[in-house]
């Protein structure tokens, strides 16, 4: 169940991975027992809406406190706070994302995970 592993960022270039086809949706990897989220200015509100409803049937709560996109749709700002329900949450705020996957959280479920929950930058 708590075994989803989103990336909702779009690579730039080439060499890392390949872009998402046009019009899909956030990347989801089944991972073993791992809730990884980032964002980056390629994230779209689209995504975003998608990763809090697909967060929410794992029983993760992620409320978005501050969006902000350029006019190309490009997101520029973001500030959230996420709820495992499970005595982990946090909050965290960008206020120049980049176009690498370095910010969003992390929660691991992992029997004596080093680091069980992980927000802000990477």
């Given at each position: 169940m708590k075994s989803l592993l989103l990336s909702c960022a779009l690579l730039a270039t080439s060499v890392s991975a390949a872009p998402l086809p046009t019009g899909s949706q956030p990347a989801a990897t089944k991972a073993s027992s791992k809730v990884a989220v980032f964002f980056n200015?390629?994230?779209t509100f689209a995504q975003l809406a998608a990763i809090k409803?697909?967060?929410t049937k794992?029983?993760?709560v992620l409320d978005y406190e501050k969006l902000e996109f350029d006019k190309k749709g490009d997101l520029l700002k973001i500030s959230f706070h996420v709820d495992c329900k499970d005595g982990f949450?946090?909050?965290a705020a960008s206020e120049s994302l980049t176009d690498d996957y370095s910010f969003g959280f992390l929660r691991d479920y992992t029997s004596n995970a080093a680091k069980p929950f992980v927000v802000g930058k990477f």
């Open positions: 200015r390629k994230t409803q697909d967060l794992d029983g993760i949450s946090g909050s």
